[in-house]
């Protein structure tokens, strides 16, 4: 089953010389929200989360690493290049 991703509209409030969002009590009971927030800039936007989950789990962070579509093939040129001959002592 896939996830539904639900939107909702904000309104940009000003706040001083800055600009805010209003989020609906409803919203900040279900994820928790308090006094702080992380945004983070991701390539599809901005993510809000609560600051005390801010952190990813070890397996979060697995899960992150496993998914990701690094090319590593150069890694292995720099292991032999050449400083293993070095003599480093006095």
Do not use: H
């Amino acid at each position: 089953m896939e996830k539904q991703i639900r939107s909702r509209d904000a309104k940009l409030v000003p706040i001083g010389n800055s600009k805010g969002i209003r989020i609906p009590k409803v919203l900040l009971q279900k994820y928790g929200l308090k006094d702080t927030l992380l945004i983070e800039e991701t390539e599809k936007g901005l993510l809000l989360r609560n600051k005390k989950e801010a952190k990813l789990s070890c397996e979060e962070t697995y899960k992150t690493m496993a998914g990701e579509t690094e090319n590593w093939d150069d890694f292995n040129a720099t292991l032999l290049d050449g400083l293993e001959d070095e003599d480093f002592g006095d």
